[in-house]
């Protein structure tokens, strides 16, 4: 884990889901995957987008041409846990595609311009993921 992504996370973890700089007033979410490839587990902060019983988060990576890691991750091994403010939860992670993708996309810009930006920056549709708490 990069230094900013664990610098990120301490004070997600510190401040009951709030951080600040540049997520300053953003809505949060911890996720802990496990990892296509090594096995492990492996904790991102994310932006996420509210929406009804679920929450939905965006595999931008900023732009880049290629998906983030944790995308591949959920896409080999959809449950995974979330921690959202103080708490904690399993869920299971579902794509969403065509339409309904393009909507939440959009919603998303709307709160977070710079989700726009991102999609001008690369040639690759953005995927949307939908977060479902998993009943114990």
Known sequence: MNDFNAQVINEFRANAGKVGGMFDGASMVLITTT????????TSPLVYL????RIVLIASNGGADKHPAWYHNLRANPEFTVELGTESYPAKAEEVTGAERD??????VEIMPGF???QAKTSRVIPVVAVYRQVA
């Open 50 to 53: 509210p929406d009804g019983e």
């Open 103 to 108: 909507q939440l996309y959009a919603r998303m």
């Open 116 to 118: 726009g930006e991102y």
């Open 35 to 42: 990892g296509a490839k090594s096995g492990r587990q492996v």
